[in-house]
């Protein structure tokens, strides 16, 4: 009887598919805005994999639970974004190079019960700034100096900008960052303070706002900057995809800057995350449409 059930069970094994996909996802507090998901199973599928990505509600005081629930359960990896970039690091046995630079990690990839954490904010921007200026030789200014600016300034840096200019309201906070910068990569940085109407530095060929400002549903908001102080040809690009036009770009344009949004950069980390997740190089011509489609542009 044991080698009977043994026969039909290695036959109905061989023509019903699987039922256990492997497990990617985020963790974050809020998630329900997080539009990864869309952009990772849309691509999952696109290449055949049995891979799904979750979006979790995880608070501050729940992530070592949620970290031995991701191991537990055999899953490839995950994102972390607020509020977690930091302190994930406490449970990790490897950082990538860049990453313990910056500080902060937003990807963790689990092999054989080992956590490496990756930072692929600014490889993402990095690869989005390409399509339209290549960072080696240019003069950036980062508006903030949260995680998503500290990845950008890390990886434009290493990326062969000549300097760095952090502009935030928090002074600890952005001297704290120039110094990273100014010790740690080939650039050279400095921290000014982020004044009322505030001037973009003449000889500035890439600003950036590294900061939620106008991110949705708050639309209507944007940058305490002088837009008389953009110069025509100046890139200027943002972190925030929803919505893609933000009103700092919007002024951008108007002036006669290159805008970019940050659609680009979200699905270059997701291309990212997926490599170092899968091995596997997706599609970015699906993950662009899926993202598009999500947010309804």
């Known amino acids: 009887m044991v080698h009977s059930s043994s026969r039909i069970h290695r036959h109905y094994a061989a023509v019903v598919p699987g039922f256990l996909s492997d497990l990617t996802g985020s963790f974050s507090t809020s998630s329900a805005q997080n539009p990864t998901v869309a952009i990772m199973e849309a691509a999952y599928a696109d290449a055949g994999l049995d891979v799904r990505y979750i979006n979790c509600e995880v608070p501050a005081e729940n992530l070592s639970d ?98 760095i200019t952090i ?26 303070p982020w004044t009322s109407n505030f001037n973009i530095p003449e000889g500035t060929d890439i600003a950036i706002n590294a900061t939620s400002l106008g991110f949705h549903p708050n639309a209507d908001e944007t940058l305490d900057v002088d837009t008389a102080s953009f110069a025509a040809g100046m890139v200027v690009a943002d972190v925030v995809a929803n919505p893609p036009m933000t009103r700092w770009l919007q002024a951008a344009e108007a002036a006669g800057c290159t805008p970019l949004t940050g659609l680009g950069m979200l699905v270059n980390q997701a291309l990212v995350n997926a490599r170092l997740w899968t091995g596997q190089k997706l599609n970015a011509n699906v993950m662009h449409h899926a993202l598009e489609q999500a947010l309804g542009i």
Not at 100 to 114: C, E, S, W
Not at 149 to 159: C, D
Not at 177 to 189: C, G, K
């Open 66 to 163: 949620a970290v031995r629930g991701a191991i537990g359960m055999g899953w490839l990896g995950f994102n972390c974004s607020i509020p977690h970039k930091q302190s994930i690091l406490e449970y990790l046995d490897d950082v990538a190079p860049s990453a313990a630079i910056i500080g902060a990690v937003n990807t963790v990839i689990i092999k054989d019960g080992r956590l490496t954490g990756e930072n692929t904010d600014g490889q993402g921007f990095v690869e989005s700034l390409r399509t339209v200026s290549d960072p080696a030789g240019k003069q950036i200014v980062i508006f903030g100096a949260g995680g998503a600016a500290r990845a950008i300034a890390v990886e434009s840096a290493l990326a062969g900008a000549t300097s």
């Open 167 to 192: 502009v935030n309201r928090t002074v600890q906070r952005g001297e704290e960052l120039a110094a990273v910068v100014d010790s740690q990569t080939p650039a050279s940085a400095r921290f000014l």
